[in-house]
Each structure stands twice: as structure tokens, then as C-alpha cells.
């Protein structure tokens, strides 16, 4: 079974370029995560949704940052326009969203490492 | 105060030593906790998860938590120079919500 699978693995823009980074979640996995890793840091939620509704978009900068889960399936995060402390991993993970269940583990995809010039 | 805090090391261990790696954590609604393993260049990868107080043991590794003292470790006997990465502590919160902390660099030396 193929797990979360994220592209590109990496991407260099100049600031103020727009970018976007793509995510499949596997398989029957219902909810899915977007996270931002600074290097030496734990990764940081920027939006978490269940299905297609995004149900914690707090930590996300909305000014410049936007995501989209069509069909609660795929999903694609947005950068318009990038500045220089955009540069991180991005992270996708999915989970089974089994609200309730106390062992709701996380699988991360391999993340995309984005450099702002 | 960081939700959840791990002290970032590294910590260097001798091989076959035992390694202990420490977190707290603020939520007392806090659930679940987790532990992953992180490589250099790559993405975190699930280890262990605990929710009840006490023990919980996966072949060398050992979960420890004290929601009391809102305090979570994770044990590595047998460390072994592959077992070099950052470990990460994360919370789930009583809204379903994963906290991570930092990260604690492991190195094992041979």
C-alpha cells in the first residue's frame, strides 16, 4: 500500500513567486494535515481537515497561504506570494480521523523542501 | 511555556547503552502521547504511542507516562548507532489536536 505521497521534494523560487505543493493521503484515510518544519523544530500545524472541511485553519497565514481538499481526497497548499521565512519543509500527513480513538497515529509523506531566494 | 517540551540535545549515548529521551507536556487533556523518529532530511516516523499511565514496551523501546507529573519518555536499550535521529514527542489534545515538541537529537556512538 503506497503511504502519503507529496510533490515536489524540493523547490527554489525567488521571493514574492507564487508556489504550491501537492498531497495524496492514503488510502481511506479521512483526515489529512498540512505542517511547516523549521529546521531544529518540531513541525507546526497550518491546517488540519476531515474529509473536504477544513476544521483548524488557525496557524494558517491566510494572507498569503491557501489550501484546498477537493473531493476530500487530494490536497494542494499555496504560497502567493512567497517571502524569505517561508523557507521549511512542508509536511503532509494523514490519519485514519478516527475521532474518539486515543492511538490516531499520524503517516507523514516525505515533505517538501522549499527554499525562498 | 511551549505546549510541549523536549530538551533538544544531542544526546550522545555509547552503543549498546541505554538511552533515555524526556518530554513534557502543559494540556492536562493531553490523551495520547506520541513518539517519533525523525532522520536527518527525512519525515517523522511513528515509533510508539502511550496513553495509559505506566509502561508500555515495543522490542527495545519503552514508553513511560505520568499524567500527574504531565511527563512522557521514551527508552532505547541496546542503542545502536542507527538509532541516531531527532525524536519528537507529540501530544494529542482533548480536541484532537497534535502538538510537537521540538525534538531531541539522539547520537549513539560506536
Known amino acids: 500500500e503506497a503511504g502519503v505521497v507529496q510533490s515536489p521534494r524540493y523547490k527554489i523560487i525567488e521571493k514574492k513567486q507564487p508556489v504550491a505543493f501537492w498531497c495524496n493521503p492514503i488510502?481511506?484515510?479521512?483526515?489529512l494535515y498540512w505542517y511547516r518544519q523549521n529546521l531544529g523544530q518540531g513541525p507546526e500545524l497550518l491546517i488540519r481537515y476531515e474529509n473536504e472541511e477544513a476544521v483548524d485553519d488557525s496557524q494558517l497565514p491566510k494572507d498569503r497561504f491557501s489550501a484546498e481538499r477537493l473531493k476530500g481526497v487530494d490536497s494542494t497548499l499555496k504560497i502567493q506570494p512567497a517571502e524569505l521565512g517561508d523557507s521549511a519543509v512542508y509536511l503532509c500527513a494523514s490519519s485514519l480521523g478516527l475521532m474518539g480513538q486515543k492511538n490516531e497515529k499520524l503517516f507523514f509523506g516525505s515533505g517538501t523542501q522549499l527554499s525562498v531566494l | 511555556q511551549k505546549e510541549v517540551e523536549q530538551n533538544s540535545g544531542p544526546l550522545s549515548v555509547p552503543e549498546g547503552a541505554i538511552a533515555s529521551l524526556n518530554c513534557t507536556y502543559s494540556?492536562?487533556?493531553?490523551?495520547?502521547f506520541f513518539w517519533y523518529r525523525q532522520y536527518s532530511g527525512k519525515s517523522p516516523e511513528l515509533i510508539m504511542f502511550?496513553?495509559?499511565?505506566g509502561d508500555k514496551e515495543d522490542g527495545r523501546f519503552t514508553a513511560q507516562l505520568n499524567k500527574a507529573s504531565q511527563y512522557v519518555s521514551l527508552l532505547i536499550r541496546d542503542s545502536q548507532p542507527s538509532d541516531s535521529a531527532t525524536y519528537l514527542c507529540?501530544?494529542?489534545?482533548?480536541?484532537?489536536?497534535?502538538?510537537f515538541g521540538t525534538g531531541t537529537r539522539l547520537k549513539v556512538l560506536a
Open positions: 507529540a501530544a494529542l489534545s482533548g480536541t484532537y489536536k497534535y502538538i
Open positions: 494540556d492536562r487533556g493531553s490523551q495520547s
Open positions: 488510502s481511506g484515510h479521512n483526515t
Open positions: 502511550i496513553y495509559s499511565n
